[in-house]
């Protein structure tokens, strides 16, 4: 499903563990260099899903990944979570000077439900850090109350709305993890999490182009094998409860890899 020009749902998404001084890094880390950003320096970090998909796969342009996550008290991913989410970039991304991931603790005003356009306006005064240099900067929001645009049949529980932008609706993982015969928060946050970031990495058909045939057009930017990370069920918690099964966190399948690999990823 899509929002306004570019907004996909999925579900998804956690993150980082540690507190608001964490920062933990594979390689070198990089550093603010205090340099100044500019508007329109922001304005590259203010792109359609899926048109940084290269910059974020490959090692060309950028070498390396900051992961900016900012989470609202008590929403904060497992550290299974993250760790789980490393093991997803490093294996995809192409950084010959690794990735970065920072993660803060926030304070917000008490609030029923989000909109992207109150998403956005949280990260426009939240996010510090922008694309310099050869570093790719990438932004994540833990949120404590549900997705305003969640209808009947469908719990949004991540979306992926700029280029290098997600959310995730933690509360609502949390709802539907305590669900009888549910899957853990860590299966289900990192399962929405992963499918968050692979539309930034421009799947299914949104940045990295098909290799094969396997966009599922009637449900978007997603992939049609069932058992995929990409399949569209990944959208919501209703979607996660009936595909996850043994808690099992879903995948990539080869041709999702193959069209990543295409795309200067691994
Ligand atoms: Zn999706
Ligand atoms: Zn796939």
């Known amino acids: 499903m899509n929002l306004k020009t570019t907004v996909y749902f999925l579900l998804i998404i956690s993150l980082f563990s540690a507190c608001s001084t964490d920062s933990e890094s ?27 998909a290269n910059d974020l796969l490959a090692n060309d342009k950028y070498k390396t990944t900051v992961f900016e996550i900012f989470y609202v008290k008590d929403y904060k991913p497992t550290d299974e979570t993250v760790e789980n989410f490393k093991s997803f970039v490093t294996e995809r991304l192409n950084k010959s000077k690794g990735w ?14 989000y909109t992207v356009d109150d998403i956005i306006a949280m990260e426009n005064n939240l996010r510090t850090q922008y694309n310099t240099n050869d570093k790719i900067a990438v932004f994540g929001i833990y949120l404590d109350a549900k997705y305003a645009g969640n209808t009947e049949n469908g719990s949004v529980l991540g979306i992926a709305y700029q280029n290098t ?27 929405v999490l992963n499918h ?3 539309h930034l990495l ?9 290799q094969t ?29 009936n595909s996850i099964t043994g808690g099992q966190i879903p995948t990539l399948d080869p041709q999702c890899i193959a069209d990543l690999k295409a795309n200067g990823g691994k």
């Open 165 to 191: 932008s997600f959310a995730i609706f933690e509360n609502t993982v949390k709802t539907f993890s305590n669900k009888p015969l549910a899957p853990s928060r860590t299966v289900l946050s990192t399962t």
């Open 213 to 241: 045939d396997h966009q599922d057009i009637a449900h978007g930017k997603h992939c049609d094998v069932d058992n995929c990370l990409m399949y569209w069920t990944a959208e919501t918690g209703e979607g996660l409860l």
């Open 100 to 113: 970065e991931i920072r993660l803060e603790e926030i304070t917000v005003p008490a609030k029923t439900a």
């Open 202 to 210: 421009g799947l299914v058909n949104v940045g990295s182009e098909m």
């Open 26 to 52: 594979d390689a070198s880390s990089t550093d603010n260099n205090n340099e100044v950003i500019t508007e329109e320096m922001k304005d590259r970090n203010r792109k359609n899903v899926g048109d940084s």
């Open 196 to 198: 968050e970031f692979g």
